[in-house]
């Protein structure tokens, strides 16, 4: 049977984080996890995550902000240290610390092994009706990203001062500090974005690939420093970045997670 590795991120509640470990070990399976550095929990919850067995934690913590770049450098890493040969893992499944597992690796494994080891992501070609997102995605690709607080960001066209742009510049001095104005103000009298140089795809962050996938993915994101760079500008580049390359250079996709969520309250992911 082939290995599974879990790429896990975690931001609070590592006592949870633990018990998911748990829930989801064999022999056939292991463990990335990366908990991001604004978690305050004591040490002993972090200690009893890197003791068990099969499981890497980054030593390199970082603190993850919504929207931003840093979700994707942090993936990327995760999933170099996975990729290690010596590792020997065939799959790969990227989690967030609140999942909550409804089947037994075992079972995962299985219907992974039935399925010829499909790349399951979920996503539409930006700038067309397959993308659900607000004007398609463009503001995403075209502007960019200026962030204002923890969970706001304002996405800003270059040269262009429409009623959606103003908007954007209304937000930034509404929410935005000194610094965020300054960058609102460099970014409307930048040159227009040059783009991905790649068919854009975007949607649900979260993934499941198999070895050849994710490996291509990695070497073609390393080998393409312009591609980083333009990621630095994009508002949420984690809903895009393994979407688009997979879409563009993988085979075998199914257009579905496997996963199921049930949104309640205020942005709270229920399930």
């Known amino acids: 049977m082939k290995k599974l590795c879990y ?13 998911l470990i748990e829930s989801l070990s064999s022999d056939n399976v292991g463990f990335i996890v990366h908990i991001d550095s604004k978690c305050s929990e004591s040490r002993k919850p972090v200690e009893e995550i890197s003791n068990r067995r099969n ?8 603190d993850i902000l919504w929207g931003g770049k840093s979700m994707v450098d942090i993936v990327n890493q995760m999933s170099r240290l996975a990729l290690d040969d010596n590792l020997k893992y065939d799959y790969f499944i990227l989690l967030s610390g609140q999942d909550m597992p409804v089947k037994s690796s075992e079972y995962i494994l299985n219907y992974l092994e039935t399925n010829g080891y499909k790349n399951y992501l979920a996503a539409g070609r930006m700038m ?9 995605g463009r503001r995403r690709l075209e502007c960019y990203a200026v962030r204002l607080g923890q969970r706001e960001i304002a996405t ?3 040269g262009c001062l429409n009623y959606n742009n103003l908007r954007q510049i209304f937000k930034t001095f509404l929410y935005g500090d000194r610094a965020s104005i300054l ?5 409307l009298f930048s040159a227009r974005r040059s783009g991905l140089g790649i068919v854009p ?3 649900e962050f979260w993934w499941r690939m198999n070895r050849k996938s994710l490996k291509t993915i990695i070497d073609y ?5 312009e591609l980083d760079k333009e990621l630095s500008y994009t508002s949420n580049p984690d809903e895009i ?3 688009t390359l997979a879409y563009n250079l993988c085979d075998n996709i199914e257009n579905n997670l496997l996963t199921y969520v049930k949104w309640g309250g205020v942005n709270l992911p229920i399930g």
């Open 7 to 19: 790429l896990i991120l975690a931001h609070n509640n590592l006592d949870y984080v633990a018990d």
């Open 55 to 62: 499981v890497k934690l980054l030593e390199d913590r970082k």
């Open 128 to 136: 067309t009706a397959e993308c659900v997102w607000q004007e398609q």
């Open 156 to 158: 800003i066209e270059p």
């Open 183 to 187: 960058s609102m103000v460099k970014a």
């Open 201 to 203: 795809y975007g949607g």
């Open 221 to 225: 994101y390393d080998s393409h420093p």
């Open 241 to 243: 970045v393994y979407n």
